[in-house]
């Protein structure tokens, strides 16, 4: 090989590192990077602050376990300045979540309460309407076992009469994805926004 040719393979190699597909990949890495270590300062600092200041940690547990805390409002907030709350969604697959991705389906509706109740078939599996945070799983009086997601469209929708819940209290649900199953034939929704009980016609078309 030539002197020339050695320099022609070595100007290759420099523009190889430098080729814009690389560089992509390497900012698309920092910016994951810099995500994972903003949300574990993040998480650092308020279990620091939980340990060592009193007036905070009962402050922090008022409003976040026994008010009902704004989710919705925080994610915004936190992906406005730093994207993604998930730091490699869309990039890793979670091979093992469930393949269960169902439309919410009944017969009839009618109003009960403050919201709706559908009339499916026995032992339905319920599906959450849109993506959101679990934010309660308990008994309501005249609902029954129920589970209120969070949408992250700050809609709270109620899931009651419930019989067997498939979620855990703060998952992270999506659209389509396993709430539970009923206790008979009934499914009752209710849909509520900053406290206002919102027209279930409207939120089921």
């Known amino acids: 090989m030539t002197l020339e040719e050695i320099k022609e393979e070595m100007k290759q190699r420099r523009k190889k590192k430098t080729h814009p597909e690389v560089l992509k990949r390497g900012n698309s890495f920092r910016k994951y990077t810099t995500k994972i270590f903003i949300t574990i300062i993040l998480t650092l600092g308020v279990l620091i602050a939980l340990k060592q200041n009193k007036t905070f940690e009962t402050i922090f547990y008022e409003n976040v376990y026994n008010k009902h805390f704004n989710f919705s409002a925080l994610n915004q907030q936190y992906q406005k300045y730093f994207g993604s709350s998930i730091p490699f969604s869309g990039i890793v697959k979670n091979e093992e979540k469930s393949v269960f991705s169902e439309n919410l389906s009944y017969k009839k ?24 945070m679990v934010v309660f799983i308990g008994d309501k009086e005249k609902y029954g076992k129920t589970v209120i997601v969070q949408q992250v469209n700050g809609i709270d929708v109620w899931y009651s009469s419930l019989e067997n819940v498939s979620v855990k209290l703060y998952d992270y649900v ?22 206002k009980v919102l027209d279930y016609e409207k939120e089921l078309s």
């Open 174 to 195: 999506e659209k389509g994805d396993l709430l539970g199953d009923v206790k008979d034939t009934s499914l009752i929704l209710v849909f509520k926004k900053d406290g």
């Open 109 to 132: 509706k009618e109003k009960y309460e403050e919201g709706v109740k559908l009339t499916v078939t026995k032992e339905y599996l319920v599906p959450v309407i849109d993506s959101g």
